[in-house]
């Protein structure tokens, strides 16, 4: 008996790997498995680059590291940082910064699984989507990490005559709006107080109006928000957060000569998303770890600028870390129906796609502000 051997050519294995089908009914494109190649501008494959070893200088984690996620805070690579979460009872967060690791403050622990933190870098922040007992997205900021916006609470302030005179007894309203500065820079900004009417006794010289009790969230100053009809709002003066009085001599018909307020809801608190990505300079947000949230919504966070605080205060440098509800800020996939949401993900050719049990949803911006998707 003879033996022939013929030479076998692999040209091309651009289908990949497939371990699923049967072996020899595979394409001649395929493979039934591929260790350690890529198929990056190859036909076949080339051999997978291995990677740097990163130290354990500073870790704090003890359990297993069940999320890494990836940061640039600016356009310069080589200040990008690694952030991990441990799979520990109550998930630990770690920071890579280029040398070592080290244990970040956190404004808010995490209270759900290490797995299901999703994160996204937008305008140099990276905003952390996890579960914690606080309903609120958090980001990181540089320094710590705390919650996206400022909550103003839900008391309004309080109002009384001050000085002896002939202040008019004129009914009006007041409001306050929480801000943080940063130089002349404002960086985030909260949503109004509750309002409190109020008439002057005539025989006074100013009302004093004291704000509420202060979020805690990193505010630096505090807005007096006067009104005639509770409706429209003028912002009316400024004051560092230490100072818990402004004095309002003005003649009510005198304040739409000054800056109006921004609408409500242009402040918006973001919710605790289960999962976000970055769209441009956008964060779009899908799912809540709020289970009284709408589960199958997209979110998309406001555009930049567009919003100046007034009283000698530049605009506002907090797009990303708040929702616009004035405009089209939403969209929803199919509420309890097509599967429970499972990704975000992009961009692919510009598009953005989410992903549920049971099907999957492409995301097309328009680049009209009006209906962004």
């Known amino acids: 008996m003879g033996s022939s051997a013929r030479r076998v050519v692999i040209d091309d294995v651009r289908g990949g790997m497939n371990g699923v ?31 740097t070893a990163f130290t354990s200088t500073g870790t704090t984690m003890t359990g297993k ?17 690694l952030w991990a979460v441990d799979d520990a009872a109550t998930p630990i967060v770690n ?17 759900g699984n290490g797995w299901d ?17 606080v309903s609120r997205l958090h980001c990181w900021d540089g320094s710590t990490v705390r919650r996206a916006g400022i909550d103003p609470g839900s008391t309004a302030p309080t109002a009384a005559n001050t ?50 009790t202060a979020p805690g969230e ?33 003649a009510p018909a005198t304040y739409a000569t000054l800056q109006v307020s921004p ?12 999962f976000v990505i970055g769209a441009d300079n956008r964060l779009l947000g899908f799912g809540s770890h709020t289970t009284t949230d709408p589960q199958h919504r997209v979110w998309v966070s406001a555009i930049v600028g567009g919003v100046t605080l007034g009283i ?24 309890n129906d097509s599967g429970t949401p499972t990704g975000l993900a992009g961009p692919l050719n510009g598009n953005y796609y989410a992903f549920k049990s049971n099907s999957i949803w492409e995301l097309r911006p328009t680049g009209d502000v009006a209906a962004p998707l």
């Open 163 to 212: 000085g002896a005179g002939a202040y008019a007894a004129t009914l009006r309203y007041y409001r306050v709006r929480f801000y943080e500065q940063s130089g002349a820079a404002i960086i985030r900004v909260s949503e109004a107080t509750p309002s409190v009417s109020f008439t002057p006794s005539g025989a006074g010289t100013a009302a004093r109006v004291t704000r509420p």
């Open 21 to 51: 089908d049967d072996p020899l009914s595979l394409p001649p494109n395929q493979c039934l498995y591929a260790l350690n190649v890529d198929w990056f501008r190859a036909s076949v494959a080339h051999k997978r680059h291995g990677s």
């Open 95 to 111: 920071r890579w910064n280029g040398s070592a690791w080290s244990a970040p403050t956190l404004k808010d622990n995490l209270t």
């Open 65 to 81: 590291v069940s999320t890494l996620t990836r940061h640039v805070p600016g356009t310069d690579e080589t200040a990008m940082e």
């Open 218 to 250: 990193g505010e630096t100053g505090w807005v007096l928000e006067g009104s005639t009809d509770d409706v429209t709002f003028y912002q009316l003066s400024v004051a560092a957060i230490a100072t818990t009085t402004q004095d309002d001599s003005l």
């Open 263 to 274: 609408s409500t809801g242009t402040f918006t608190l973001h919710k605790p998303y289960r």
């Open 312 to 335: 000698g205060l530049l605009p506002t440098a907090d797009a990303a870390e708040r929702l616009d509800t004035t405009g089209a800020y939403y969209v929803d996939l199919d509420e």
């Open 117 to 133: 933190v999703h994160a996204a870098t937008v305008n140099g922040k990276l905003f952390l989507a996890y579960k914690s007992a």
